[in-house]
């Protein structure tokens, strides 16, 4: 519906414009303003016709507006300034947008457009960490917003099995003695993540050690030995199944596990070296490197060991080459630690002349000093952080709720504790540095917690009814007042929100917009009454299509919009 309006006010400003002998062709973009009292969309295409007509932006504006047909669904068209503002006519619009609010809406039109999406991809060598979270709830969002906006999206996690750390943890188990034991309390990629500290430590203390690790690495990509390929494997899947409990705790889940193994076995890896050395780029000094100094990286790629074995960054680049091949689009989603390596897989790729990637880096995140304790005193583990969002959330229900039932507290619990890491983590853009404060992540007035808590209460309110919303019919003399027009125009900008949100990538957009509608629906919930009003049918409609919304919006997020809290 809110295409539709978009649509005819494009088409009411080109007409407009051909009337002042000026066909544009190409998209005209509206806008909206930063205040309501100046309308509700807004186009800047006054400033693109300034230097063309010679005319002051201003001016434009006015001489449009002197030539627009008002568009059905607006009540006036008016200059502001340099900018042409279209006001809508809510008494005509409500009614029929309010119709067009079902569980699929913020759905766009299908796009033809496959995206292999990669997060996560932690190696397999301990539990996921902060940082880790940060890059696989940005991914999983922006997978979910992507679909929303009619694109096709395979997410993957590209899983590190010949990297030198499992080879290491291999090393504990079959030349230390050390073992990982399935029977314990403890989950898996925990005692993983010690058996690989308890092995960092003896090769600090007997740097001979080093060469054993190298044999291992050497023989696993060589294939031949089924019984360490088996054991590589199952270090491997270990640590996978507890970083899955972990993810799917936070409602992560990822379409394919992709085993960089793979691309060595299958000669792909081969192909890209022999390639590059077709290409002209590679030399060689002890190892084979890929020499990028032509385009402006000084430091060169290494492809090949000097016993022959692969690195990480060729397989990576057999890893790109395959998922290009497969999808119109690759999207990584990476710590801004690796800007340098992302650009020589880039120049690399180029060389070869396969697609480059799409690469959205984040900065780090960080918790106050003294917020909350490790058990292993090295780093925050997410499940420690999950477990810690949930005992204080836990803690602020039973302060504000002596009615609800343990399994009721601890179910909201969970809810909001998990919505708060993931919704706190959203909020900001990728570039900027997070540093995790509970208070605000927390906050029922204005986190997480705050637009969950909307939801319920409409939820609360639909049930105090007693009224099937379906069999309810809008007022036909219904005029809607300043707060209930403010909970539509929120409600018509969502599925504008995700269109822009989609195309730059970015999911801050979206937690800024269920802020918005949360505020809105509080607002027009503690000013108007709903039950027992000569409008309650028309009121309980809107808090129906502002509990949908708000539950979509929140699904974006990866977060659950709770019933009761």
């Known amino acids: 519906m809110y295409f539709e309006i978009e649509k005819l006010a494009v088409q009411s400003l080109k007409k407009a414009l051909k009337k002042l002998n000026f066909d544009e062709k190409e ?6 303003p930063p205040n309501p009292d100046l309308g509700d969309l807004a186009s800047t295409i006054s400033f693109k016709l300034a230097k063309i007509m010679k005319k002051s932006p201003n001016i434009i504006s006015q001489e449009i507006v002197d030539n627009i047909d008002v ?7 008016k200059p502001v300034g340099p ?56 991914g999983d ?53 010690q058996l690989y500290f308890k092995v960092n430590e003896k090769i600090k203390e007997d740097e001979n050690l080093v060469s054993n690790v190298d044999n291992l690495i050497k023989s696993y990509e060589g294939g031949n030995d089924q019984n360490l390929n088996n054991l590589f494997e199952n270090v491997v899947n270990q640590c996978l199944d507890g970083v899955k409990q972990t993810l799917n705790r936070i409602h992560i889940k990822h379409d394919k596990f992709v085993w ?18 077709d290409a002209g780029f590679v030399r060689e000094n002890e190892v084979v490197y890929l020499d990028l ?39 990584d989603i990476l710590g801004s630690d690796h800007k340098l390596a992302i650009d020589q897989i880039k120049y690399a790729l180029e060389i ?16 106050p000093e003294g917020s909350m304790s490790t058990r292993r ?84 309110l639909i049930k105090k009814s007693g009224k099937n919303i379906e069999d309810l019919n809008i007022n036909k003399e219904w005029s809607p007042n300043d707060n209930e027009r403010n909970l539509i125009r929120t409600l018509a900008k969502f599925t504008q929100v995700i269109e822009d949100s989609a195309n730059k990538r970015r999911i801050h957009l979206i937690t800024q917009y269920c802020q918005d509608l949360a505020n809105s629906f509080n607002k027009f919930y503690k000013s108007e009454q709903v039950i027992d009003s000569p409008l309650e049918d028309t009121r309980l409609i809107l808090v129906e299509k502002s509990k949908i919304t708000l539950k979509n919006a929140l699904d974006i997020l990866g977060i659950s919009a709770p019933e009761k809290m």
């Open 27 to 32: 998209e005209i973009k509206l806008e909206f």
């Open 71 to 77: 568009p059905k669904y607006f009540k006036e068209v």
């Open 83 to 138: 900018y042409v503002n279209f006001f809508i006519d809510y008494d005509s619009f409500s009614k029929d947008f309010l119709k067009t609010i079902n569980n699929s809406y913020g759905d766009l039109e299908k796009v033809d457009e496959k995206i292999i999406l990669e997060h996560t991809s932690a190696n397999p060598n301990g539990p996921l960490h902060i940082g880790h979270g940060r890059n696989a709830i940005i």
């Open 141 to 193: 969002s922006l997978s979910n917003l992507l679909k929303k906006s009619g694109r096709e999206v395979e997410t993957q996690y590209y899983v590190n099995d010949m990297g030198r750390q499992i080879a290491m943890i291999v090393f504990g188990i079959t030349e230390l003695d050390l073992t990982v034991e399935s029977q314990e309390a403890e989950k898996l990629d925990h005692q993983i993540g």
């Open 260 to 277: 960089e193994g793979q691309f060595v076995r299958n000669g792909d890896v081969n192909k890209v070296v022999y390639e590059l050395k």
């Open 293 to 331: 100094i032509d385009f402006g990286i000084e430091k060169e790629l290494v492809l090949r060991r000097s016993d022959g074995t692969s690195l990480y960054s060729t397989r990576d680049l057999a890893y790109h080459r395959w998922k290009s091949s497969i999808g119109d689009i690759v999207l």
């Open 352 to 367: 070869m002349e396969d697609k480059k990637p799409e690469v959205i880096f984040y900065e780090f995140i960080t918790l």
């Open 377 to 460: 005193g090295v780093f925050i583990s997410v499940d420690d952080l999950i477990d810690e969002a949930v005992k204080r959330a836990k803690n602020e229900i039973i302060s504000r709720r002596m009615d609800l039932s343990d399994e009721e507290i601890n179910k909201i619990a969970e809810e909001i504790g998990i919505g708060a890491i993931r919704f706190y983590i959203a909020k900001l853009s990728p570039e900027k540095h997070i540093t995790f404060k509970w208070d605000e992540a927390l906050s029922f007035e204005k986190g997480c917690a705050s637009i969950q808590y909307a939801h319920a209460r409409a939820s609360k």
